[in-house]
């Protein structure tokens, strides 16, 4: 087998050249709409936009900082300025039932015109039913009216008085009402011992008279109410007469306005007939218009109902609402009903009712975060109410939760036709697939933005436009072409890969503000290579204590790890630590033992249950390998163990299965293995070394000790062949490859990366199996046979005295 050879510098930094960008300064460049990095989304989400049946909302994948917010909401607001104008929704008052408010729909725009003449009808009304109820024509009329009834009772009285005279009995008022009393001959009353004086049989008359008077004294008084009620209504009647004639004109004035409208029509008709049949009744409420008990409904009547509540107003130019609710709670989605205490209770009305997001976006389109709708009570299951409904009824949370026992006025559900646009993290999108049934039917169109491009001249010279975007939305200076090469470069640093270009555009809009700052303290009238140095090594600056503290802990011996000389069963993985937006790595110690036993590789962090499945998985690998490779002419008669040195919290990742293989095979054959290189990577059964994460952190992380230490020449990293394509390293770590004293070496399997860490030929079987002599192999076989003869020597039962 050929040996790997060490990468030339070249191949450890894709570099982007500034002459091929063909612009000075980013001020030369046009813009460039972010969304043409996403065409497979955008495609998407114009088709959801453009299928207008049920279930055809939107789910926009993406990661946070990727700009998928942004993009969402430009495409949303050029596609609202086109299909149908939203409409103007409004509250009025419902003449039949006061709980249960009215809805009127209009036109866009003309809602708030609507509420407007309302406004100056209610105006006009309170001091026109002021004038009509006290205008002297009114009150003489009403005066009349009383002065009819107090006379018709006056006159049954006298009917009454003068029928009694004629019985010789007389009706008299006195402070406690009327009494009958008998009379003299001379028309005067008899005193009680006059009366008494009187012959039996006088007595009785005139008790039997007063008593046929005083029934019809009780059917007269009993006939005051219903002639008083009589009464009342034809005062109210007069009152509704002068309403009608008051109001009518200022109703005909607003009808012609809304002609087209049956609705409002009807609902000027109703308030007409409203001032009409309450008559004057409003009169009271109109003398304290400024009270705030009149905007109350509480069973008093108020000239305040003839209000429209403005629910919803779009704006002149009629353009689809766009909306984006950043606190996505049950209220704020469908809306409520607010409450005002009057005399110690909880009241509302339909003045009261307030919308909600869904409300505003009607006719439009909604923009939601899935996980902050996810995380509010009741809101996700509220949201899906109202879409399969295909209206918004507003929903109270404590009506839902059982705890108000206030009687809630219950608005006219709002057709809905809108689009809903969730925007979350892959993860979400495919969680809600597999436990919520209902998701896929009301979101049926996916839009998954890229989390990465292709790293060709076409895209580099749009991310290049790009990047002069970002620049001049946020007010920066002009990038001169070598920053934005920089940029690019580190674009591919973010992907993890020299081939690609990553879309997460928050650290880049970071890094070109940073760096704008480092223009301006230099007095520089461009951002230059520089300037986006100074913010990358502020940055590093910034996120490297816990680095350097793992670094400090290594050189001082506290953690062992060795860079220099040899030794059998131990090896140098490396380990990536994740730190919120940045990542560092640190070697750490591998080792492997070995003895007799059953052919069985103990993972002790595995026993311990600090190893992730993944983990345990790649040293299952490695031990099937192990199995296939030298298990076919004998059985494996050991018992080996792997484990991190010094690793105190969870080990997860295949990443170091390479380096545990390694040290396997070295514990069994006794192969010294050398110190002053690392290894990452995983195998498969075969043998063959797979690509893993965090290879540029890796390499750094390792050149960083070796770096402390002094550089020899003898110090590298073996990574797998597969990881060449991704390699974006540090200027400093180049520059010592360049000079010799660092190397890093591509193996494609287990044998080169033996070869490399032993210094011994790999070896390959002859035709019946056997490995040639001072191989690794072969002394890896060697020791598998010697383990499997102390395990047969240990097996064989021991010989009796006097037996040979």
């Known amino acids: 087998m050929r040996p790997s050879a060490p990468l030339p510098p070249e191949a450890l930094y894709t570099a982007c050249d500034p ?79 006061a709980d249960c408010p009215d809805l009127i729909r209009l036109p866009c725009g003309r809602g708030a015109r609507l509420q407007g003449d309302m406004q100056q009808f209610v105006a006009e009304l309170i001091p026109a039913i002021s004038a009509v109820f006290q205008s002297d024509e009114y009150r003489s009329r009403i005066e009349a009216m009383q002065e009819e009834e107090k006379q018709r009772e006056e006159a049954g009285f006298q009917s009454l008085g003068h029928d ?11 402070p406690h009402g009327f009494a009958f009393v008998p009379l003299k001959e001379d028309e005067t009353t008899l005193s009680q011992e006059e009366f008494a004086q009187l012959p039996e049989e006088r007595q009785h008359e005139f008790e039997a008279r007063i008593k046929t008077l005083r029934e019809r004294m009780h059917r007269l008084t009993n006939e005051f109410p219903r002639w008083r009620r009589e009464a009342q209504n034809r005062i109210k009647q007069a009152g509704s007469d002068v309403l009608r004639v008051t109001v009518t004109h200022l109703i005909d004035d607003l009808k012609p306005r809304y002609a087209d409208l049956p609705d409002v029509t009807a609902y000027l008709d109703a308030v007409l007939q409203d001032i009409i049949d309450s008559g004057e009744a409003l009169r009271d409420t109109t003398r304290n218009e400024d009270d705030a008990e009149i905007t109350t409904y509480s069973g008093t009547l108020s000239v305040q109902r003839y209000l429209v509540n403005l629910l919803v107003a779009n704006p002149p130019d009629c353009a689809r609402p766009v909306v984006h609710e950043d606190h996505p709670t049950l209220q704020n989605l469908v809306g409520r009903v607010e409450h005002i205490v009057h005399m110690g209770t ?68 709002m057709p809905l036709d809108l689009k809903v646009v969730l925007i979350g993290e892959r993860l979400v999108y495919y969680l809600l697939c597999q436990y919520d049934p209902e998701f896929p039917a009301l979101f049926k169109i996916n839009a998954d933005m890229e989390s990465e491009i292709d790293r060709n001249p076409a895209n580099t010279a749009a991310y290049a436009r790009l990047i002069a975007t970002l620049a001049r939305r946020d007010a920066l200076r002009p990038l001169t072409a070598p920053a934005v090469a920089r940029i690019v470069e580190h674009a591919a640093r973010l992907a993890n890969d020299a081939e690609h270009l990553t879309t997460h555009l928050q650290p880049l809009d970071d890094l070109m503000r940073q760096a704008d700052h480092f223009a301006a303290t230099a007095h520089a009238a ?62 750490v110690r591998i080792t492997a033992t070995v003895r007799v036993g059953d052919g069985e590789v103990v993972d002790i962090e595995r026993e311990v249950k600090l190893g992730g499945p993944i983990h345990s998985k790649g040293v299952l690998i490695l031990s099937a390998f192990v199995a296939s490779r030298f298990g076919l002419r004998m059985p494996l008669s050991l018992t080996a163990s792997l484990v991190f040195e010094q690793s105190y919290g969870g080990v997860e990742g295949d990443s170091a299965s390479l380096a545990e293989l390694v040290a396997l095979l070295s514990a069994i054959g006794d192969l010294p293995i050398a110190q002053a290189l690392a290894v990452t990577g995983s195998v498969n059964q075969f043998g063959i070394v797979q690509a893993v994460g965090g290879i540029n952190e890796k390499i750094e992380g390792f050149f960083d000790i070796c770096a402390a230490r002094g550089l020899t020449g003898e110090h590298g990293v073996l990574i797998p062949a597969a990881n060449v394509c991704h390699l974006m390293l540090r200027s400093d770590v180049i520059d010592a490859v ?67």
């Open 346 to 413: 909880l009241m509302s009305n339909f003045t009261l009712i307030r919308a909600g997001a869904l409300h505003r976006a009607n006719g439009g389109f909604l923009m939601l975060d899935a996980v902050k709708v996810l995380s509010q009570p009741y809101a996700w299951e509220g949201l899906k109410r109202c879409l399969q409904a295909g209206h918004i009824r507003i929903e109270s949370l404590s009506d839902l939760l059982g705890l108000s026992s206030t009687v809630q006025i219950e608005p006219e559900p």
């Open 526 to 587: 461009l951002i230059d290579r520089v300037h986006v140095e100074a913010a990358l090594d502020a940055h590093r600056h910034r996120h490297e204590r816990i680095r350097r503290r793992y670094q400090d802990e290594i050189l001082r011996g506290q953690l062992l790890v060795d860079t220099a000389g040899s030794h059998a069963g131990q090896i140098n993985g490396l380990a990536v630590v994740m730190l919120g937006d940045s990542s560092f790595a640190h070697p």
């Open 19 to 97: 002459a091929t960008l063909d612009f000075a300064s980013t001020e030369s460049l046009p813009e460039l709409d972010a969304a043409q990095l996403h065409t497979r989304a955008v495609e998407a989400i114009h088709l959801g936009l453009d299928i207008h049946h049920e279930g055809y909302n939107l789910f926009v994948l993406g990661e946070t900082g990727s700009g998928r917010h942004a993009i969402t909401r430009q495409l949303l607001e050029a596609e609202s300025q086109g299909g149908t104008p939203p409409a103007d929704w409004c509250y009025v008052y419902n003449f039949a039932d």
């Open 738 to 804: 360049r000079a010799g004293r660092f190397r890093i070496w591509p193996v494609s399997d287990v044998d080169q990366a033996l070869e490399l860490l032993t210094g011994l030929p790999a070896g390959a079987p002859d035709e019946d199996g056997a490995m040639p002599d001072g191989s690794v192999n072969f002394r890896v076989a060697a020791g598998l046979a010697k383990l499997a003869r102390l395990r047969r020597e240990f097996g064989r039962p021991a010989a009796r005295p006097g037996h040979k």
């Open 164 to 174: 009694a005279a004629e019985l010789g009995v007389a009706l008299l008022r006195t």
